[in-house]
Structures are given as structure tokens and as C-alpha cells.
């Protein structure tokens, strides 16, 4: 019996306090109020297939694992599976993250990014070469999430919206 898919990833889109959500070979764009119930679904379900540089790709067929926006406009990193981590970020070769990311965000540093794997995240600057700036178990530098359910794993992540939220992570 297979577990229940829940969200797989989630990214903030370009436009302000909306985010993609991801369940596989679905997802969603929602307005994210926070701090409220109000966060309103603007399109979906709909499936990733729709778009025609997803179709007969990994991420048409299995769905997207993993997915952050770049710092480029209208430009996402989007993972299904561990095929294309290391082409990618080869920086993260050898590392738990290259077998797959289960979910990732921006900080508000351009080019920044948290990775997460299983009960373990990296912090990665993906500008140029690149380079790895951090990696170790969640609860050891996440204090806030020690003794929760999300020192074991998150599986989906987007940050706020850097200008409305300039202090979120």
C-alpha cells in the first residue's frame, strides 16, 4: 500500500503573495495571505503536462519533486528524481542531496538557496560555479524546529515574498 502524496513542491511566483503548488503531476497557483485562512486557490488543479516544454519530459510523466524560482525573471530550477541534481550543482556530488531534494527556497540573498533532504538541508549560492555554504541535520541549525515533525523532513517549501516579507526565510 503506498503512502499519500501531499505536497511534493511549491514556489513563490512572480507575482506578488501567489504561489505554485505542486502534488506530483498537479499543482495549483494559490494567493497566500499569512497570518489568515484566506489564502485563495486563483487556478487548479491543473495538470503539469499542460505545458508544452513539461510534455514528454520527467516532470510531465512523474511529476516535479522539488522546485525553486531563479533570481532570473520567469526562470525555476524544477527536480523530479536525482537525474539532473548533479549536472546542475555539481558542487553537490557525493552529498545526500544528489540522490534527490525534497524540497527547497530562496532566502533573501540573490542566488541562495535552502535544500532540503530527508532530516538533513544545505545552504547553496548557485551564481556562476557555484559553491556548497552549509549542510548539516535540520534540528542541529534549525533551533524552531527541534522536537516537531519538520526536524525529520519537509517535503515542500516556498519563502514570502521578499519585498512584502523582507525579513522571511
Not at 61 to 73: Q, T
Not at 120 to 141: M, T, V
Request: glycine residues 10%; contains cysteine.
Amino acid at each position: 500500500m503506498s503512502s499519500p502524496i501531499y505536497v511534493t513542491a511549491a514556489f513563490r511566483s512572480g507575482q506578488k503573495n501567489q504561489a505554485y503548488i505542486f502534488m506530483k503531476k498537479e499543482y495549483i497557483i494559490e494567493e497566500v495571505n499569512p497570518g489568515t485562512y484566506n489564502d485563495t486557490i486563483l487556478y487548479g488543479p491543473a495538470k503539469v503536462n499542460q505545458y508544452s516544454s513539461l510534455k514528454g519530459t520527467i516532470f510531465g510523466d512523474k511529476g516535479i519533486d522539488c522546485a525553486f524560482p531563479s533570481v532570473e525573471e520567469g526562470v525555476a530550477f524544477i527536480f523530479s528524481g536525482p537525474s539532473s541534481i548533479e549536472e546542475v550543482f555539481p558542487y553537490l556530488k557525493g552529498t545526500v542531496f544528489a540522490n534527490g531534494l525534497d524540497a527547497a527556497f530562496e532566502t533573501s540573498r540573490p542566488y541562495e538557496v535552502y535544500l532540503f533532504k530527508g532530516d538533513k538541508y544545505a545552504c547553496i549560492f548557485y551564481e556562476g560555479a557555484g559553491k556548497l555554504l552549509n549542510s548539516s541535520p535540520i534540528r542541529q541549525n534549525w533551533v524552531t524546529l527541534r522536537g516537531t515533525i519538520f526536524e525529520n523532513g519537509i517535503d515542500g517549501a516556498f519563502s514570502l515574498d521578499h519585498d512584502t516579507y523582507p525579513n522571511s526565510v
